[in-house]
């Protein structure tokens, strides 16, 4: 991930200049700072994350012959002290809000929510579920995945639990394109349907640097490697 590495090499900066060896502290604390900033500029993190996330459409036409509308997981921390709403991610709940929008508008379908809960005590699959529940959701139109750690075995779940039936997939821009590479590989007849877009365009180039930037930058290092381990599992098989 992009701030650790720079921390990596800053760390070998000084390891440099404890030695006395001037010449590579400089190269190495220069280059860490070079590149902390670069990926928390606007433009370059944009451009990281704008392919990722322009490579599938939103889904404005929605189809009305299709059952299920399956929700991949993120994050979530259980705190009974606060409403659903905060206790679950921003990331999680413009998941939410697109599988609602889609889900007004379909006449009989299901809604599906997948994630387990990692560290948490809370599957993720049941945080979505609430506030489907809060917000007048039938509970026979919520079905739950509670088990699946990652998109994989997502798949292979929502797989096992419709079978070759067409249905709706509602995940982050950014991971739409190695989650389509996974369903179509175990041949799941799914409907992308992209949220929580974050690169709206290319980038200001009068911008300053910023966290949030980096963590833009993040997002689309996660989504590259995974879809480079995605290819070496494939070469591997």
Same mark, same amino acid.
């Given at each position: 991930m992009p701030l650790p590495? @720079?921390?990596?090499?800053?760390? !070998?900066? !000084?390891?440099? $200049?404890?030695?006395?060896?001037?010449?590579?502290?400089?190269?190495?604390?220069?280059?860490?700072l070079?590149?902390?900033?670069?990926?928390?500029?606007?433009?370059?993190?944009?451009r990281l994350l704008f392919p990722l996330e322009n490579s599938y459409k939103d889904l404005k036409i929605i189809p009305k012959d299709v059952k299920y509308i399956l929700v991949l997981g993120s994050s979530h921390t259980t705190n009974k002290s $606060?409403?659903?709403?905060?206790?679950?991610?921003?990331?999680?709940? *413009?998941r939410f809000?697109?599988?609602?929008r889609i889900y007004k508008n379909i006449p009989n379908a299901k809604l599906i929510f997948s @994630?387990?809960?990692?560290?948490?005590?809370t599957a993720h699959a049941f945080m979505q579920k609430e506030l489907a529940l809060d917000l007048k959701?039938?509970?026979?139109?919520?079905?739950?995945?509670?088990?699946?750690?990652?998109?994989?075995?997502? =798949?292979?779940?929502?797989? *096992?639990?419709?079978? @070759?039936?067409?249905?709706?997939?509602?995940?982050? =821009?950014?991971h739409m394109p190695r989650v389509m590479k996974i369903f179509k590989k $175990?041949?799941?007849?799914?409907?992308?349907?992209?949220?929580?877009?974050?690169?709206?365009?290319? @980038?200001?180039?009068?911008s300053r640097p910023s966290g949030y930037n980096l963590y833009k930058s993040e997002l689309?290092?996660?989504?590259?490697?995974?879809? !480079?381990?995605?290819?070496l599992k494939d070469s591997i098989d």
């Open positions: 590495i @720079g921390l990596i090499i800053l760390l !070998l900066g !000084l390891y440099f $200049l404890y030695k006395k060896s001037y010449f590579k502290s400089k190269i190495f604390i220069c280059f860490s070079i590149w902390i900033v670069l990926l928390s500029y606007e433009p370059i993190s944009n $606060l409403s659903i709403t905060s206790q679950l991610s921003t990331t999680a709940l *413009n809000i697109e599988a609602y @994630g387990y809960g990692g560290k948490d005590v959701i039938d509970n026979e139109n919520i079905l739950t995945l509670s088990t699946p750690k990652d998109t994989t075995e997502e =798949a292979v779940s929502v797989k *096992n639990l419709i079978k @070759g039936e067409k249905f709706i997939v509602v995940t982050s =821009a950014s $175990l041949r799941l007849n799914a409907i992308p349907a992209p949220t929580n877009h974050l690169a709206k365009d290319k @980038g200001q180039i009068f689309a290092f996660h989504e590259y490697l995974g879809t !480079l381990w995605e290819k």
